[in-house]
Every structure is written in C-alpha cells, then in structure tokens.
C-alpha cells in the first residue's frame, strides 16, 4: 500500500512538471514577460496574472496588425489612476478589455449599477457594473489619445472560465461580454464586423503614447489600490 502510495506521488508530481514545462515553453513563446514586467513564476502562480497572460495569449495569436498592452495605469483629472487590463490596437480600432477572475454564478444588466456573484451554497456577492468600470476605463484612454470618435472603442468583459455567465443583459453594439474560452470568437466576430479605420502608422503612433503608462511605481499601485477600496466600501 505505501509503495502504491509513494508511485501515484511519484506520477502526481511527474504530470505537474510536464504541465509546469510546457507552460513554461508557450511562455517564452509569449511577449507578455516583456509587456507585464511579470516573470513565469509570478505568472504561473498568481491567479489575477495567470488570468490576464491566458487574455494576452489568446490576443497574441489573433492575425493582423495589432500591438498589445497591459496593465496601464492612466492618469484622471482628479489626481487618481484608472487601471486597465489589455488594450489591443489593430486596424479597426481599440479593443479594451477588463479581465474578471471570478468563479459561481453571474448575473447582470449594463443598465445596473450592482452585477451578483451566487455560489452553490446560496451565498451572494455585489460587484461593481464591469460595462461601467470598463467605459471610464475607455473615456480615460480616450482622453489620453486625444480621441473623440468612441466608434474607434470596443469594450470586452471576459470572466474565468470557472463561472459560469446565468443572466447577462447587453444593450449597446459596443460591448460584449464572455469567457476567456469564448474570446476567440468573440473577437472574430467584431473584426469581420468591423471596417478598417486606422492605418498602420496610426497603430504604431498610438502606442508609443500609451506605452508610458505601462510599468507604473509600487506607489502608483498602491495609491490606486487605495481609491479602489474606497469605492468598494460605497457599494
């Protein structure tokens, strides 16, 4: 019984560090490290991280002339920070995407302040509208880049593929909302929907204004943390 033991360890132990080494390799593979300032390690065991690196992933492999950004920290007139996830910019626009590592149930309307995370043992959680946090996200970068146009804007919701989506009601042509399984063809869906507006020079332009704002401080961070906690606790 012991030696039976000790080889399912033995296997156990074998199979994750098979799973550890080719997600170590599709890492390499990836330009995220360079982008995020986050090594594998910080990647691979960190939820709210390994969420994002699947987003930058997938953005990754989508064909097409497009530049990739991550973790930008865009100064607000009122001396704040807004944080945004991933913005990817390609020929026919911005696409910026809030990212949510959130398990159980998900109910919500864009018309509602409050969305509702339920779990299987009747327990119920408030969260901030994402479509909301992801417009002020969006009227941020807007007024970064000097852009008034707003059909140059798509918003992306993606949750974990660990919830699962019950009740979710979208009204404007501009958002979608899905799961990281569903990203793919979400985006597929908007690019074949979607007219060339932006040449490659303007893609090229509007990166390099917006690359700054990658890489913030700890004090940047931790300032933002802070205004993000007193907006949780007015919820």
């Known amino acids: 019984m012991v030696a039976l033991i000790g080889m399912l360890f033995v296997m156990y132990i074998l199979v994750f560090g098979i799973i550890i080494f080719m997600n170590y390799l599709d890492f390499n593979d990836s330009n995220?490290?360079?982008?995020?300032?986050?090594?594998?390690?910080?990647?691979?065991?960190?939820?709210?991280?390994?969420g994002e690196y699947n987003i930058y992933r997938t953005l990754e492999k989508i064909k097409?002339?497009?530049?990739?950004?991550?973790?930008?920290?865009?100064?607000?007139?009122?001396g704040s920070t807004t944080e945004i996830d991933l913005v990817m910019i390609t020929k026919y626009g911005f696409f910026v995407i809030e990212s949510k590592n959130y398990s159980g149930w998900i109910f919500g309307d864009e018309k509602h302040r409050n969305w509702?995370?339920?779990?299987?043992?009747?327990?119920?959680?408030?969260?901030f509208n994402p479509i909301w946090?992801?417009?002020g996200?969006?009227?941020?970068?807007?007024?970064?880049l000097d852009i008034t146009d707003e059909s140059l804007m798509q918003s992306f919701i993606i949750f974990s593929n660990n919830c699962e989506?019950?009740?979710?009601?979208?009204?404007?042509?501009?958002?979608?909302?899905?799961?990281?399984?569903?990203?793919?063809?979400?985006?597929?869906?908007?690019?074949q929907n979607t007219s060339p507006?932006?040449?490659?020079?303007?893609?090229?332009?509007y990166f390099q204004i917006l690359k700054p704002?990658?890489?913030?401080?700890?004090?940047?961070?931790?300032?933002?943390?802070?205004?993000?906690?007193?907006?949780?606790?007015?919820?």
């Open 137 to 144: 996200h969006i009227k941020a970068l807007q007024e970064a």
């Open 213 to 235: 704002f990658m890489h913030a401080d700890d004090e940047t961070k931790q300032l933002h943390i802070e205004t993000i906690k007193g907006k949780l606790s007015k919820l």
């Open 64 to 78: 097409g002339t497009k530049l990739i950004l991550t973790n930008l920290y865009i100064p607000k007139e009122d």
């Open 165 to 191: 989506l019950k009740k979710i009601t979208v009204t404007s042509s501009n958002v979608s909302v899905g799961k990281r399984n569903q990203l793919k063809a979400l985006l597929k869906r908007e690019l």
């Open 197 to 205: 507006k932006l040449t490659t020079e303007d893609i090229k332009y």
């Open 32 to 50: 995220y490290q360079r982008a995020s300032n986050h090594t594998f390690w910080q990647t691979f065991f960190d939820k709210g991280n390994m």
């Open 133 to 135: 946090q992801n417009k």
């Open 116 to 127: 509702t995370q339920t779990f299987p043992n009747k327990k119920k959680f408030k969260f």
